[in-house]
């Protein structure tokens, strides 16, 4: 049954009841009707029927609340739930129950809109389009997979016999929010140039949104559809040391959705969402020497950014009896990642070249490089840009079968994505600088020599990546059946079989996995039989495929090196600013990569085991008068992670100790794919010949631990549903996530390269790993509800306080005391920024710098209903109410410069990021 509000009517007495994903509905004629047919309240229900960790927000409950309108903002006011780090994704993303957040699925209409580039980001809905979101933290059925934290499901608005029309606007203007916090810098050398280590007092952001809806029947019981438009208008203006910029966004998105009932047996839903997106931007330059103005300078050429696409859905239901009925959903999403207009600004035939002469923790654009445009690199001519296809199709069938309900279904989606090729500006990268005298020592060690004080020097890098396109296709096999086996006693029993694999830009497969069996496990105990006490438990796998970014960057084309001379400033050239000559080389060319795409053969362990992760849920609900109180222990682990090593020596050791004089580490990939703390079967090509044999090399040789994640919590909720005016509903969370790996993403260094992250590149990189992960939230107090004043006016309220993060020391690995172990390996390893746990030469642990400070926030809502206006609502939303400025992030960067010329960073420790400001949003709705 489609999800909505419905009227049962047995004859004698009615009752209204909703319809909500995923859960059951019960209606029940024994109570007396007039207690449960009060107009606006809600019947206090426990779900006996579901063993799943869910939680339901409908359009009327959130429209209440003074919650941003998008699913991330919603989605948090789950238990569990936890806002991502702001420098991943869109800066807008939740984590669930410890795992990161490239690790939950997204649905609209039953339809996975998850962007698997890099599992980051989903198709944008217009949420007034919204009629339900549904949040699963856990215990989820065999019908879902390809997630390890949560899955998000939305369902949009429909049409009825009934028209209706309306529209909203939606203001938050510049004028309404308080002003960011700007952090001094703590260099003495930079009192003006660079006397900010983050300026944000200046910015400004203006928002508006409007829409326009319709909806009823084209055909009356038969045919009905659901239209919605919402335009914008969002400008920024943004403000830097030596830049600023405005943004400007004007444009247009809608939504149609159409709901044919052919026949009493017979369902088609069609789902058409266009979220295309062009923003205007403007860079300015400051004059010369003139930093933070705050005001904008010299204008550059304007440029465009065009991002988004179109999803389309279309399901069929048939109902071939009463208790058996099969159901068909296609569906396609397409998606353009951000992609410039004209692709290649003013500056950009430009070397890029930066000056630390003067500056020597920090660097500043010199040159005829466009630093107002921003652009590092350009893409590759006459190739189109990024883009993302998704096709699925998914075949369902349901039978009741007295006791049981059995389902199976089968889904099989097809991604593909494009890369379009980059180099430098120039095709150079130079960075100039002057040897510092470091511990009295005289000089410092640059690239692995001894550089004098005073002696000028310059890094020079060059780095490209090729243009191809890449496939990635994953499958799944369910079947589960709930089996009501008393009136008291509901067993689950799910069944899931995943299959992966990924191509590189030929074709051929490089990562290939099928029958990954997930089995899923529940019962539901209604322990005095009325629904008031229930007890359930679920036990469950839950497989994680590959991204499609991990085909781009480990099976595609991508290379880098960098190299050191020493140099004079006399041989600056005036235009370009890079060198006309240089000198002699300081230590040896640093490579990263290789210019032609590896043998598909070279890119993956052969035993390589999907991610996965096992949970464990234990759970409790009664209901207390008018209350619902629940408490639950989750456990989750992580088993058989994976990511990419980037290291050759070991393989060179191997064949050396086995007798394969002739081996070329060069014959395989830059990086690979495998199961740290296991052996490592891979194509080898060991006598050099061309030809490629299985080994397995012993996992001595790599010196990695397994994988590890672990996370366990104890959720307490309460909710009082909507009854005599009010309503209430939240949770307290203590929780604990360890381990030496985050997952996906790695928020500590806010990179977002999905199972590739830098984690185990080397083993030097696990060196301190083990601690509290950044997702790890000690406490999280959660409350929201409203209360109606009278029957024009509500107020509603969303409180939320939740200890700090852990902190970390980040820095170089010192490589000079290292260079003979390393081999082949230190080369490569000096390409890495100060990403490792020894910082200042130290070693130290993740977490081990405390924590950030608690933080609290409480957003106001103010909802006005006139009688004399029948179909207004106006509306005031105050986010962040008391403009709480706790600090959310430090600089956790210990060293600058680079693993050859390490310094210690002044700013280290300094404020990052701080809580959003407060900022006042209004609103107005009509509908009629």
Request: some cysteine; aromatic content about 12%; proline content about 3%.
């Amino acid at each position: 049954m489609p999800t909505g509000k419905y009227t049962a009517d047995n004859g004698v007495d009615t009752r209204n009841i909703l319809v909500a994903i995923g859960k059951g509905s019960n209606v029940d004629f024994t109570e007396v009707s007039e207690i449960i047919s009060i107009v606006g309240n809600s019947l206090v229900s426990i779900d006996t029927t579901s063993v799943e960790s869910t939680s339901v927000f409908t359009a009327e409950q959130i429209d209440l609340l003074p919650v941003a309108r998008d699913l991330t903002s919603v989605a948090l006011l789950a238990p569990g739930a936890t806002a991502g780090d702001s420098g991943l994704g869109n800066g807008n993303t939740a984590s669930f129950g410890g795992s990161s957040i490239a690790e939950n699925g997204y649905f609209i209409n039953g339809f996975d809109v998850t962007n698997i580039r890099n599992f980051t980001s989903f198709a944008d809905l217009l949420y007034d389009a919204v009629s339900q979101q549904q949040v699963r933290t856990g215990g989820y059925g065999a019908e879902y997979g390809r997630s390890l934290g949560g899955v998000v499901s939305l369902v949009t608005k429909r049409g009825s016999n009934e028209w209706k029309f309306g529209g909203s606007i939606e203001s938050t203007p510049a004028s309404f929010r308080e002003d960011g916090k700007d952090v001094t810098s703590r260099d003495p050398d930079l009192e003006y140039s660079n006397r900010y280590s983050s300026f944000r007092s200046a910015n400004e952001f203006d928002s508006l949104s409007y829409n326009a809806y319709a909806s009823g029947a084209i055909v009356e019981d038969k045919l009905f559809f659901f239209g919605l438009f919402e335009g914008q208008d969002d400008e920024s203006n943004t403000f830097g040391k030596q830049t600023s910029g405005t943004m400007k966004d004007d444009s247009p998105m809608y939504l149609l959705k159409l709901d044919w009932n052919i026949s009493d047996d017979h369902l088609l839903e069609m789902t058409y969402i266009d979220n295309e997106e062009t923003q205007e931007f403007t860079s300015y330059s400051n004059p010369e020497d003139m930093y933070y103005t705050g005001t904008h300078g010299e204008a550059a050429d304007p440029y465009e950014i065009t991002k988004g696409g179109d999803v389309t859905i279309i399901n069929y239901t048939r109902f071939l009896t009463d208790d058996f009925s099969v159901s068909v959903l296609w569906g396609n999403m397409t998606n353009e990642l951000e992609t410039r207009n004209p692709d290649i600004g003013p500056g950009a035939e430009c070397e890029l070249v930066f000056d630390c002469r003067e500056t020597p923790s920090s660097s500043q654009s010199i040159g005829c490089w466009g630093i107002a445009q921003g652009q590092s690199t350009v893409p590759e001519a006459g190739i189109a840009s990024d883009t993302d296809e998704r096709d699925s199709l998914r075949l369902g069938a349901e039978w009741i079968l007295g006791e049981h309900t059995l389902r199976v279904g089968y889904d099989q989606e097809k991604f593909t994505s494009t890369k379009r090729g980059t180099t430098f500006t120039g095709g150079e990268y130079w960075r100039w600088h002057v040897a510092q005298d470091v511990d009295g020592a005289g000089g410092q060690s640059v690239n692995g020599a001894f550089v004098t004080a005073g002696d000028e020097y310059i890094r020079h890098r060059e780095s490209n990546t090729g243009s191809a396109s890449y496939e990635v296709e994953n499958t799944a096999f369910y079947i589960e059946d709930t089996w009501q086996v008393t009136d008291e006693w509901m067993v689950y029993l799910g069944l899931r079989s995943e299959g992966f694999e990924n191509r590189n830009g030929d074709g051929d497969s490089f990562v290939k996995s099928d029958s990954e069996l997930a089995p899923r496990l529940g019962f539901s105990w209604d322990m005095d039989g009325d629904g008031n006490k229930k007890l359930f438990g679920t036990a469950g796998r839950y497989f994680m495929p590959i991204a499609a970014n991990t085909n781009i960057r480990a099976a595609g084309t991508e290379w880098s090196y960098e190299e050191y001379f020493y140099v004079d400033s006399a041989d600056e050239n005036p235009i370009t600013a890079a060198p006309d000559k240089v000198g002699d080389a300081i230590g040896t060319r640093n490579s990263n990569g290789d210019e032609k795409a590896p043998d598909s053969r070279t890119v993956a362990a052969t035993n390589l085991k999907p991610m996965h992760q096992d949970e464990f849920i234990l759970g409790y609900q009664q209901q207390v008068d008018d209350w619902i109180l629940g408490a639950k222990a989750i456990y989750r682990e992580v088993k058989d992670g994976m990511d990419d090593y980037c290291s050759h020596q070991p393989f060179i050791d191997y064949a050396t100790d086995n007798g394969y004089n002739d081996f070329d580490y060069k014959s395989m990939a830059g990086c690979m794919m495998m199961n740290p703390g296991n052996d490592f079967s891979i194509a080898l090509d060991l006598n050099n010949d061309g030809n490629y044999e299985v080994e397995s090399v012993p996992k001595e040789y790599f010196g990695l631990e397994k994988y590890k994640r672990t996370y366990k919590a104890l959720e307490f909720t309460f909710e009082k549903p909507f009854a005599d005016g009010w309503f209430l509903q939240g949770s307290y969370t203590l929780a604990k996530s360890e381990g030496n790996s985050e997952g996906y993403v790695n928020s500590t260094l806010e990179q977002d390269d999905a199972g590739l992250t830098q984690g185990i590149d080397n083993a030097l990189f696990q060196d301190g790993a083990y601690g509290a992960l950044p997702n790890d939230r000690r406490h999280t107090f959660k409350a929201f509800g409203a209360y109606q004043v009278n029957d024009e006016t509500s107020v509603s309220v969303n409180f939320s306080l939740q200890s700090g993060r852990p902190r970390n020391c980040v820095g170089f690995i010192s490589l000079d005391e290292l260079r003979d172990e390393l081999g082949v390996d230190a080369g490569g390893l000096a390409n890495y920024g100060a990403s490792s746990f020894y910082c200042g030469g130290v070693l130290g642990s993740r977490g081990d710098q405390g924590r950030t400070p608690w933080v609290k926030n409480v957003d106001l809502g103010l909802t006005y209903k006139p009688e004399y206006v029948d179909g207004l609502t106006v509306k005031v939303n105050v986010r962040n109410a008391f403009n709480f400025q706790e600090v959310t992030e430090y600089n956790k960067t210990g060293d600058v410069g680079s693993a050859s010329s390490r310094l210690p960073n002044p700013n280290y420790t300094t404020p990052v990021n701080y809580q959003a400001p407060r900022r006042i949003t209004l609103t107005a709705r009509y509908s009629f």
